[in-house]
C-alpha cells in the first residue's frame, strides 16, 4: 500500500527507500563522513568580532542544495535530517536532530546536539562555538557559509 512523502507529500510504493519526487530517504541510519579539507583564505582569514546584528544568513556553498540560503533572526532553529527541523538538510551524513543555532547577546551560536558526525567549523570540531561572519560551517555533506 502506498504512503505519503513526509516532505513532499509524493506517492512512495512499499519497495521505495526514498522518495521518487523529491529524494527523502525514508530508510537507514546516519553514515558516516570526513569533513572537507579548506585550503586558503577560509582558514587563515583572521576572524572578526562579530557585529552584534540580529539578521544574518547560511548559504550552501559545497554538497547537496548548492546555493540555497537560510535567514537566520531573533529565534533558534533546528538543523537536521529531520522534515520537522527548520533548516532541513536531507543527507544520509546529517543526524535527524544534528545541531541548533541560535541568538544571544547579539550573536549567533551553533550547538551540536549530540550528532554522529558532529559539527565543523573552519576545519575544527566544536560543540558549541560563536558564529563569526565569513565561518565555513560543515555539516555532514554540507558546506555552509555564515554572513552577517
Not at 562579530?50 to 532553529?77: C, F, H, M, N
Not at 536532530?97 to 559539527?119: E, V
Not at 565543523?120 to 558564529?131: K, M, R
Request: charged share 20%; with cysteine; glycine share 8%.
Amino acid at each position: 500500500m502506498p504512503t505519503a512523502c513526509p516532505v513532499c507529500n509524493g506517492t512512495i510504493n512499499d519497495n521505495e527507500s526514498s522518495c521518487p519526487s523529491c529524494g527523502f530517504k525514508l530508510l537507514g541510519s546516519t553514515e558516516e563522513f570526513q569533513p572537507i579539507s579548506l585550503d586558503g583564505e577560509a582558514t587563515k582569514k583572521p576572524k572578526k568580532e562579530a557585529k552584534g546584528a540580529q539578521i544574518a544568513s547560511l548559504t550552501v556553498i559545497s554538497g547537496p542544495q548548492i546555493g540555497t540560503s537560510y535567514r537566520l533572526d531573533d529565534k533558534q532553529l533546528a538543523v537536521g535530517r529531520s522534515p520537522h527541523c527548520d533548516i532541513f538538510l536531507n543527507d544520509m551524513t546529517v543526524s535527524r536532530n544534528h545541531a541548533l543555532i541560535f541568538p544571544k547577546d547579539g550573536h549567533f551560536y551553533i550547538s551540536d546536539q549530540k550528532s554522529y558526525n558532529g559539527i565543523w567549523i573552519n576545519n575544527d570540531s566544536i560543540e558549541e562555538a560563536l558564529l563569526h561572519d565569513g565561518d565555513i560551517v560543515q555539516i555532514g555533506a554540507f558546506v555552509l557559509k555564515f554572513e552577517e
